[in-house]
């Protein structure tokens, strides 16, 4: 299994851009999530998904765009970014489902976005 | 609001010595809790969690946490420090009330063991 995979690993952009971060999991979860991170702040809730054609906004939703397509696939869309969504991306996936036991998450290796 | 703790931006450890990172949360009922490790430049990896059951959970690589219910604390412990394990740790939570699989998340611990 490759488990998390995430990409670019990198990413400069201009404000006012778009772009998609992809996101794939080849491990059949159920969930999947994305989350910023930023010194000092921990891990920060941006959208999730409980299985495919189902997702919901976490806690810093704004700006940005999700879709589940398949198990496998979750991108992340940034509709027109600027310099505070400058930050390290995590897409994360787990087994978790309402009434299954209780599984801890699998982390992509991230995505490093600085927005000028 | 739901929210995780952890006090120290720092630990700093001789190599040899037992460690705690230290994590306390506000959540109601009784959550899910979890121990994550990330190492320069990756993603988090996952060390232990408590479900239910004994207080005392070991985890990978010889770590080890200690439920408290009464002091709603999830501290993170090691008997003999590496230099290998300096590193960023997160504690992190899951509502019990949650049907989803979200986490909250302390802003992180960062761990430095000497030699």
């Known amino acids: 299994n490759a488990g998390v995979t995430q990409t670019p690993k990198f990413q400069v952009l201009k404000t006012g851009q778009s772009m998609t971060l992809q996101c794939a999991q080849d491990?059949?979860?159920?969930?999947m999530s994305w989350y910023r991170q930023d010194p000092g702040m921990g891990l920060r809730l941006i959208h999730y998904s409980v299985g495919a054609g189902i997702t919901d906004q976490g806690e810093v939703p704004n700006g940005y765009n999700v879709s589940r397509s398949t198990t496998e696939d979750f991108p992340l869309r940034l509709l027109s970014a600027a310099p505070s969504q400058t930050s390290v991306y995590f897409c994360?996936?787990?087994?978790?489902?309402?009434?299954?036991?209780?599984?801890?998450?699998?982390f992509g290796p991230g995505t490093r976005l600085t927005v000028t | 609001a739901q929210s995780v703790a952890q006090p120290e931006d720092q630990v700093n450890v001789a190599e040899g010595n037992p460690l705690t990172v230290k994590c306390t949360y506000s959540v109601s009922g009784n959550p899910y809790l979890f121990w994550y490790v990330q190492y320069p430049n990756r993603g988090l990896q996952f060390l232990l969690k408590y479900i239910t059951g004994d207080n005392l959970v070991k985890g990978s690589y010889g770590f080890e946490a200690e439920f408290n219910k009464s002091q709603t604390s999830f501290h993170l412990k090691k008997p003999s420090a590496l230099v290998s394990d300096s590193a960023l740790y997160f504690c992190?939570?899951?509502?019990?009330?949650?049907?989803?699989?979200?986490?909250?998340f302390g802003q992180g611990t960062t761990l430095q063991v000497k030699p």
């Open positions: 994360a996936s787990s087994l978790s489902s309402p009434g299954s036991p209780i599984y801890e998450q699998y």
């Open positions: 992190a939570v899951r509502p019990r009330s949650s049907n989803t699989g979200k986490l909250i």
């Open positions: 491990m059949n979860h159920e969930y």
